[in-house]
């Protein structure tokens, strides 16, 4: 697995299967964004069988039918949308095309998978919740930098068991290289994108409300810029917020593409937990200038110091649960309240942020 781009970043885990062959089948369609191999390798390690894929772009939809063999072509989005004996499309299309097209998706009576962020508008969500709510299917969103990494898995066990008390505060910092020749050309343009804390902050806001245990979060200050590449006008490059949770709980995030080209993977993510009987350090890519490994876990709680290296122990549950999820009636992977509560959140922080210049 390449960790120097994160737009390509697809972790690969142990398989951990959880229905019989043929029990839970999907397609991929939009492969704009890398993290649909993510997204593919997780279903297709719990069971879920990739039985289409398309995306108006040939040179894209030969590339992940060579990686999946057996995987068909589709020639049309409508090809795919229209089997019947699917139970499922995975979608990682340009951000502001997600959140229409899951609705087209659950219209098909099919559950939708997409790749965060889900929406770039809070009429999509609207529009999202309504169909939900009309449909009873699901809109589940690949909130990859907590469900497929496996030390902040680790860590959320560690929580929920109590290791640290009570969540009081988590600060996440979650640098990203830019890799401007890679960059298609949606990924400067504001509109399609939705900003930097719509896209990347939609990461930090999911994982502050699921280690806090919060149902709701209220941004209290929020910043964007572009610091580095007038040139592209429609890019922001750096963003920062501070939340408060309906708890008590708070947040501070920061979001930016400066990943220095010397970092041995495609950012140093760094989350801090902070409880009433301890702390969690979750060093998730890399332990810079250490160990080109990521996954590392420090905890600290009232007896001892303890250093955790997660990698190959927990594995990445979520896809296994979220198969289960669409064939019970269950919602044990994510709520749905959380997905689009964070979406929520997030547009409300970039939609209030304030823009900020610097001369550099």
Not at 215 to 240: C, M, R, T, W
Not at 249 to 256: I, L, N, Q, S, W
Not at 269 to 282: L, Y
Request: a negative charge.
């Amino acid at each position: 697995m390449q960790k120097a781009d994160g737009m390509m970043y697809a972790p690969k885990g142990k398989s951990a299967v959880v229905c019989e062959k043929g029990d839970f089948r999907f397609a991929a369609v939009g492969l704009d964004h890398g993290h649909i191999y993510g997204m593919s390798n997780g279903l297709t390690e719990a069971g879920g069988e990739l039985v289409w894929a398309y995306d108006p772009d040939p040179e894209k939809l030969k590339k992940f039918c060579e990686t999946y063999p057996g995987v068909k072509a589709a020639s049309s989005e409508e090809e795919a949308l229209s089997d019947e004996s699917l139970h499922m499309i995975a979608s990682a299309k340009i951000t502001s095309d997600r959140g229409p097209f899951g609705l087209k998706v659950l219209d098909h009576k099919k559950h939708y998978f997409c790749d965060k962020a889900p929406f770039t508008t809070f009429d999509q969500l609207d529009k999202a919740r309504a169909k939900v709510a009309e449909t009873g299917l699901k809109w589940a969103v690949y909130y990859s930098e907590r469900l497929h990494v496996e030390s902040a898995v680790y860590a959320g066990q560690l929580i929920k068991n109590g290791a640290i008390g009570k969540v009081l505060q988590v600060t996440n910092l979650a640098p990203h290289r830019l890799n401007l020749p890679s960059r298609p050309d949606w990924f400067f343009n504001r509109e399609q994108y939705g900003g930097i804390i719509c896209d990347l902050g939609s990461h930090q806001i999911e994982q502050f409300l699921y280690y806090a245990d919060a149902k709701d979060a209220k941004v209290v200050h929020s910043q964007i810029a572009n610091f580095n590449n007038p040139e592209y006008p429609g890019l922001e490059d750096f963003g920062d917020a501070v939340l408060v949770a309906d708890n008590g709980a708070t947040m501070y995030f920061r979001v930016d593409w400066f990943t220095p080209d010397g970092m041995g993977a495609w950012g140093d993510g760094r989350t801090f937990i902070m409880g009433t009987e301890g702390s969690i350090e979750i060093r998730k890519y890399i332990d810079v200038a250490r160990d080109k490994q990521g996954d590392h876990i420090y905890l600290v709680d009232q007896e001892k110091e303890q250093h955790i290296q997660a990698a190959g122990t927990v594995g990445f549950p979520f896809f296994g649960q979220l198969i289960r999820d669409c064939l019970d009636g269950t919602e044990n992977a994510m709520t749905q309240e959380h997905a689009f509560m964070t979406a929520r959140v997030s547009l409300e922080a970039q939609t209030q942020a304030v823009r900020i210049t610097r001369k550099l």
